[in-house]
T-cell receptor
Framework: GAGVSQTPSNKVTEKGKYVELRCDPI?????LYWYRQSLGQGPEFLIY????????DSGLPNDRFFAVRPEGSVSTLKIQRTERGDSAMYLC????????????FGEGSRLTVL | GEDVEQSLFLSVREGDSSVINCTYT??????LYWYKQEPGAGLQLLTY?????DMKQDQRLTVLLNKKDKHLSLRIADTQTGDSAIYFC??????????FGKGTSLLVTP
C-alpha cells in the first residue's frame, strides 16, 4: 500500500477485555515497529520485528502485551486483561532498513479502556 | 530511559524563522531526528543528523548539533501556517528504539 495502515483507528473497550490492534506495513519493508504514545507525551518504543521474529521486545510494559508478525508483513499487537492505564495511541511504523531510524509511521490506533 | 527535553510551545509569525530546541542526555546517541506530527496524521520524519556532523541543511530546514552540550536545534526558515504542528526531537543508537521528547507545539500566526 501507499503507507502504513492501522486498524481500528479507534477502539473503546472495558477494563479486563482482550484487544487486538493490526498494522499493515509499507510493501517491501522488512522492519516493523510498535510504539505507544500517551496524551502529551512522545512515542515510547514497545517492540521491533525484523522479518517474522521479534528482534527486541524490551519496551513491552508487561506480559499482558504481546505482538506477532507470522508472515513477515502484517503485525498484530495483542493486549490481554486491559487496564485503564493502557489507554493511549498505539503507533506502528515500518522501514526498509533498521540502521538509520527512518521510520514511516501509520496514523495510529487510539485505545480507550473504560 | 535517557531524557530528551524540549520546550512545549512556540509561537511565530508567518514569514519569520522558527527555532525549536532540544537537549538530550545519552552521549552514545548515534543519530538525532526531527519528526513532525500534524493532527490526524502519522509522525513524519523531517530530517536526521549523524552524531559526527554539526550541521545539516535541507531546503528551509537547518539542523544544528552541539554534541559537547548535547543540544540539537531545528530552524525553519520563512515559516508558513502549514508548518503548524508538533515537532518531536528523538535520539537513538540502534536505529529502531528511538527515544522521543514530549514534542514542541509550533503555532504559526498570519
Amino acid at each position: 500500500g501507499a503507507g502504513v495502515s492501522q486498524t481500528p483507528s479507534n477502539k473503546v473497550t472495558e477494563k479486563g477485555k482482550y484487544v487486538e490492534l493490526r498494522c499493515d506495513p509499507i510493501s517491501g519493508h522488512t522492519a516493523l515497529y510498535w510504539y505507544r504514545q500517551s496524551l502529551g507525551q512522545g512515542p515510547e518504543f514497545l517492540i521491533y520485528f525484523q522479518g517474522t521474529g521479534a528482534a527486541d521486545d524490551s519496551g513491552l510494559p508487561n506480559d499482558r502485551f504481546f505482538a506477532v508478525r507470522p508472515e513477515g508483513s502484517v503485525s498484530t499487537l495483542k493486549i490481554q486483561r486491559t487496564e485503564r492505564g493502557d489507554s493511549a495511541m498505539y503507533l506502528c511504523a515500518s522501514s526498509f532498513s533498521v540502521n538509520t531510524g527512518e521510520l514511516f509511521f501509520g496514523e495510529g490506533s487510539r485505545l480507550t479502556v473504560l | 530511559g535517557e531524557d530528551v527535553e524540549q520546550s512545549l510551545f512556540l509561537s511565530v509569525r508567518e514569514g519569520d524563522s522558527s527555532v525549536i530546541n532540544c537537549t538530550y542526555t545519552d552521549s552514545s546517541s548515534t543519530y538525532l531526528y526531527w519528526y513532525k506530527q500534524e493532527p490526524g496524521a502519522g509522525l513524519q520524519l523531517l530530517t536526521y543528523i549523524f552524531s559526527n556532523m554539526d550541521m545539516k541543511q535541507d531546503q528551509r530546514l537547518t539542523v544544528l548539533l552541539n554534541k559537547k552540550d548535547k543540544h540539537l536545534s531545528l530552524r525553519i526558515a520563512d515559516t508558513q501556517t502549514g508548518d503548524s504542528a508538533i515537532y518531536f526531537c528523538a535520539e537513538g543508537n540502534s536505529g529502531y528504539a528511538l527515544n522521543f521528547g514530549k514534542g514542541t507545539s509550533l503555532l504559526v500566526t498570519p
